[in-house]
């Protein structure tokens, strides 16, 4: 079992930065992809970034790219996931995931094994 715990969201206005972490307390935490998603209210939740265990491999969905970097710390089991030049429609809460699958990249939820509560990034224009 592994439980993630996100933290860092907030209000914050557009055009500003906010940098949500996700904290994975467990030996195996290198054995694991992970992920960032977002769900905004009536919307699917959807794919924003993902880092290979090793941190060679990212990908970022097309509305993020060039303004989000994800990152990980496998010292610290910690996944972060900065966010500048933030838009009101980035407005969403962010949840990050983690799943061992081979497959990459990995950008639909339904194979992430382990998922965090989530954390409210709200932005105001």
């Known amino acids: 079992q592994v439980h993630l715990v996100e933290s860092g969201g907030g209000l914050v206005q557009a055009g500003g930065p906010l940098r949500p972490s996700c904290a994975a307390p467990?030996?195996?935490?290198?054995?694991?992809?992970m992920s960032w998603f977002r769900q905004a209210p009536g919307k699917e939740r959807d794919f924003v970034a993902v880092?290979?265990?090793?941190?060679?491999?990212?990908y970022y969905a097309d509305s993020v790219k060039g303004r989000f970097t994800i990152s990980r710390d496998n010292a610290n089991n910690t996944v972060d996931l900065q966010m500048n030049s933030l838009k009101p429609e980035d407005t969403a809460v962010y949840y990050c995931?983690?799943?061992?699958?081979?497959?990459?990249?990995?950008?639909?939820?339904?194979?992430?094994?382990?998922w965090g509560q989530g954390t409210q990034v709200t932005v105001s224009s």
């Open positions: 467990v030996r195996t935490f290198s054995n694991y992809v």
């Open positions: 880092i290979s265990w090793n941190s060679l491999n990212i």
């Open positions: 995931a983690a799943d061992s699958s081979p497959v990459w990249p990995l950008v639909v939820p339904s194979p992430y094994d382990y």
